[in-house]
């Protein structure tokens, strides 16, 4: 058998023209003109970078959360309800921070408790920001209720706290949006919230961050704000103000809890340090306050597990790595 006959060879016109091989397909050459960069006289030299604050590698973290739960699980945008009050302004300023102005719904529902200061820092807190801000008036829609029901004390202050999770269902149902719940770790961890009301959402930005830390974020923001050259998005009223659910005349956190300073010592202990009802009485806390306290974040468990998830930011999160059963008889120290 005859070998194969060679293929014919390439011509090549130039250095830049067009060379053709046997099938017919072209190479262009560019002949470049550019001098290669110098090589770095002597090896390269990395820094170390400043250690950031506390507060803003929290920030960091709870925006983070924040944009990879909404871009992550496909909403569009996010709703909650803005009181004028420290958690909703800091969870507003995170949501902004997280995924743009344009993309959160700040919405007002004043009852008749709701005092001017709190309507007027809500709206402060929305020119701040920029966000869509609204308000649906909820006093109405209560007065329906008490006209064909007979409530009264703590039905009536849960009925408002509902009303409210309702209407922020309802504009989740009706646009789309994401709705973000308010209440910070140390309202989860002994219970102060309501059920369905002020707790409804499907996610928690402060979940993990107790509220004194909620005051030292919103400080640090507005900080970090004026340090940049921009607006502090956190209205001061709201840092400064006694914290209320205004769902009663001259209502305010103190009277129901301790001051948040003592309150997230004990929690801090018997929470994220695992210790006991001696370790903290030891530490210096009162007794009778200490077993108050624990027999609330004992029974409050029912609560904590139907609430929404949010960002992990410390040692022992709630939902994640603190679950008790719900249904026990032990009390620590009894």
């Known amino acids: 058998t005859p070998p194969p006959a060679p293929a014919p060879e390439a011509s090549a016109e130039s250095l830049h023209g067009e060379e053709r091989g046997a099938d017919d397909l072209s190479i262009e050459r560019v002949e470049l003109t550019t001098q290669p960069r110098p090589l770095i006289d ?9 250690r950031i604050t506390d507060e803003a590698e929290i920030w960091s973290a709870l925006t983070l959360g924040l944009h990879d739960y909404v871009e992550k699980n496909g909403f569009r945008s996010v709703v909650l309800g803005l009181s004028g009050g420290i958690d909703s302004a800091v969870v507003a300023a995170i949501a902004v921070d997280a995924i743009g102005a344009e993309r959160v719904v700040g919405v007002s529902m004043p009852s008749g408790y709701s005092s001017g200061h709190s ?3 809500a709206a402060e807190l929305a020119k701040r920001t920029g966000l869509d801000y609204r308000i649906e008036p909820i006093q109405p829609m209560v007065d329906a209720f008490l006209a064909n029901m007979s409530l009264s004390g ?26 973000l719940t308010t209440g910070n770790k140390s309202e989860l961890a002994v219970g102060y919230s309501t059920l369905y009301g002020d707790s409804v959402g ?17 400080n640090w923001r507005n900080a970090d704000a004026a340090r940049r050259g921009g607006e502090p998005p956190v209205p001061e009223n709201s840092i400064t103000k006694p ?5 009663r005349p ?10 948040y300073d003592v309150l997230d010592a004990i929690l801090n202990g018997y929470i994220d340090g695992d210790k006991g009802r001696a370790d903290l009485i030891e530490a210096g806390h009162d007794e009778a306050l ?31 790595d603190r679950r008790l059963p719900i249904t026990n008889r032990f009390r620590e120290g009894v």
């Open 243 to 247: 914290p209320s659910a205004e769902l």
């Open 154 to 179: 703590l039905a009536v202050e849960n009925l408002q706290a509902r009303v409210r999770g309702v209407i922020l269902m309802a504009l989740s149902n009706q646009e789309g949006h994401l709705v």
């Open 119 to 121: 309507k007027d820092d």
């Open 42 to 50: 002597g090896p390269a030299v990395g820094g170390i970078a400043e």
């Open 202 to 218: 499907g996610f928690n930005p402060l979940k993990d961050v107790p509220k004194t830390l909620v005051w030292r974020l919103a």
């Open 250 to 259: 001259g209502q305010v956190d103190s009277d129901s809890l301790p001051d």
């Open 290 to 320: 200490v077993d108050r306290i624990l027999r609330l974040v004992d029974i409050a468990e029912y609560k904590r597990r139907q609430s929404a998830p949010g960002t992990k930011i410390s040692i022992k999160a709630f939902g994640r």
